[in-house]
């Protein structure tokens, strides 16, 4: 079965760029989501099809995916974006979730 | 604005059968989307369990797939999942969510519900 491989935490200073990678076997060939969950909410679409932003998702927050790495990248990140995130593709008729990164604003 | 809503039994004992309904408005269940249910046990990752469509097709998680049925009410605006012979493993909060499966094999889960914890013990 595919899988997708998450660091399990990443850590950033307010005001500067996050980076989250989500690694898969060819990756790139798939279209990935992201998705934010805090603390006892449930989980938030942010970015979908690589690079597109839904409708009330700050710009602050962009996609990529090439090769066997997708990335959620955060620009100027705020303590707000405090949170897990977790990264999904479909596989074979499955869609596949990354294990979560929790990001920490500090 | 879509809104889903997750309701059924908070407790259900080991080998008994799991029922969730996801009540949605907002939308129609058959404007040509999929519906999800994803699965987060405490303190873990998201595991989805399977997306349903109006007319009955269904895509279920091979784990999971011997224990899980799907089904959709149209007239109500709702569907639900049943999972058979549950244990503890399958503690977790439940999510309905809608599921953008297109023509190009790639999904994205938007909206979610605010999910139901659902508990499996005696």
């Known amino acids: 079965s595919y899988e997708l491989t998450q660091p399990p935490s990443v850590s950033v200073s307010p005001g500067q760029t996050a980076s989250i990678t989500c690694s898969g076997n060819?990756?790139?060939?798939?279209?990935t989501s992201w998705y934010q969950q805090k603390a006892g909410q449930a989980p938030v679409l942010v970015i979908y099809q690589d690079t597109k932003r839904p409708s009330g998702i700050p710009e602050r927050f962009s996609g990529s995916n090439s090769g066997n790495t997708a990335t959620l990248t955060i620009s100027g990140t705020q303590p707000l974006d405090e949170a897990d995130y977790f990264c999904?593709?479909?596989?074979?008729?499955?869609?596949?979730f990354g294990g979560g990164t929790k990001l920490t604003v500090l | 604005q879509v809104q889903l809503q997750e309701s059924g039994p908070g407790l259900v004992k080991p080998s008994e059968t799991l029922s969730l309904i996801c009540t949605v408005s907002?939308?129609?269940?058959?404007?040509?989307?999929?519906w999800g249910w994803i699965r987060q046990p405490p303190g873990k990752g998201l595991e989805w369990i399977g997306s349903?469509?109006?007319?009955?097709?269904?895509y279920y998680n091979p784990s999971l797939k011997s224990r899980v049925t799907m089904s959709a009410d149209t007239i109500k605006n709702q569907f639900s999942l049943k999972m058979t012979s549950v244990t503890a493993a399958d503690t977790a909060v439940y999510y309905c969510?809608?599921?953008?499966?297109?023509?190009?094999?790639?999904?994205?889960?938007?909206?979610w519900g605010q999910g139901t914890l659902v508990t499996v013990s005696s």
């Open positions: 969510a809608r599921d953008r499966i297109t023509s190009a094999a790639q999904n994205w889960f938007d909206p």
């Open positions: 907002g939308d129609s269940i058959s404007s040509g989307h999929y």
């Open positions: 349903i469509y109006h007319s009955g097709s269904t």
């Open positions: 999904q593709a479909w596989d074979s008729s499955t869609a596949v």
């Open positions: 060819k990756l790139g060939d798939k279209y």
